[in-house]
T-cell receptor, first 115, second 112 residues
Framework: NAGVTQTPKFQVLKTGQSMTLQCAQDMNHEYMSWYRQDPGMGLRLIHYSVGAGITDQGEVPNGYNVSRSTTEDFPLRLLSAAPSQTSVYFC??????????????FGPGTRLLVL | GDSVTQMEGPVTLSEEAFLTINCTYT??????LFWYVQYPGEGLQLLLKATKADDKGSNKGFEATYRKETTSFHLEKGSVQVSDSAVYFCALRTTGGFKTIFGAGTRLFVKA
């Protein structure tokens, strides 16, 4: 049982490049989410999904796209990277959105640097 | 709006020292409160929680009491160890909703 996995661990992009951050979980969780963590700020919710085929915006969705074609995977896409997207990105999953944050499992994070 | 404020770090302590990390919140109604810990290279893990006023959450020697009168949820440990070195996040879940608000995090260094 690997829990929540994220790849890559670290990535450097140039402004305007695109990339996909991968997130997978093997716990059959319905709810998955993406956060970004910036210095001096708490985690902020980017997008979330309550099940395959269903996604919605969080607090800071601009510049990011998501899709959820399977229960296991929830990739985050940056279509045209900007320096403001330099951050650490965390994926999390839970068996239900109703279950609350205390039941969320977090991945180890992806550190992204946009030059 | 709802918010969480934590003391700025880093906090540097010697082993066996007493730890306090302050957390205050602003929220309507009766939020649930949490402390998360993030060890180097890992994701956040739930450390403890409290769901109503005067509740005390505890785990691994850490404690925090939900104080509604002072809107606080300070994290304490009587004797820290080197292995407690990590970043600690205070968080709240809004009343009746699914929104979670995290504080900025406080980095703790414990020296042997």
């Amino acid at each position: 049982n690997a829990g929540v996995t994220q790849t890559p661990k670290f990535q450097v992009l140039k402004t305007g490049q695109s990339m996909t951050l991968q997130c997978a979980q093997d716990m059959n969780h319905e709810y998955m989410s993406w956060y970004r963590q910036d210095p001096g700020m708490g985690l902020r919710l980017i997008h979330y999904s309550v099940g395959a085929g269903i996604t919605d915006q969080g607090e800071v969705p601009n510049g990011y796209n998501v899709s959820r074609s399977t229960t296991e995977d929830f990739p985050l896409r940056l279509l045209s990277a900007a320096p403001s997207q330099t951050s650490v990105y965390f994926c999390a999953s839970s068996y239900s959105r109703l279950a609350g944050v205390e039941t969320q499992y977090f991945g180890p994070g992806t550190r992204l640097l946009v030059l | 709006g709802d918010s969480v404020t934590q003391m700025e770090g880093p906090v540097t302590l010697s082993e066996e020292a007493f730890l306090t990390i302050n957390c205050t919140y602003t929220a309507t109604g009766y939020p649930s409160l949490f402390w998360y810990v993030q060890y180097p290279g890992e994701g956040l893990q739930l450390l403890l929680k409290a769901t109503k006023a005067d509740d005390k959450g505890s785990n691994k020697g850490f404690e925090a009491t939900y104080r509604k009168e002072t809107t606080s949820f300070h994290l304490e440990k009587g004797s820290v160890q080197v292995s407690d070195s990590a970043v600690y996040f205070c968080a709240l879940r809004t009343t009746g909703g699914f929104k979670t608000i995290f504080g900025a995090g406080t980095r703790l260094f414990v020296k042997a």
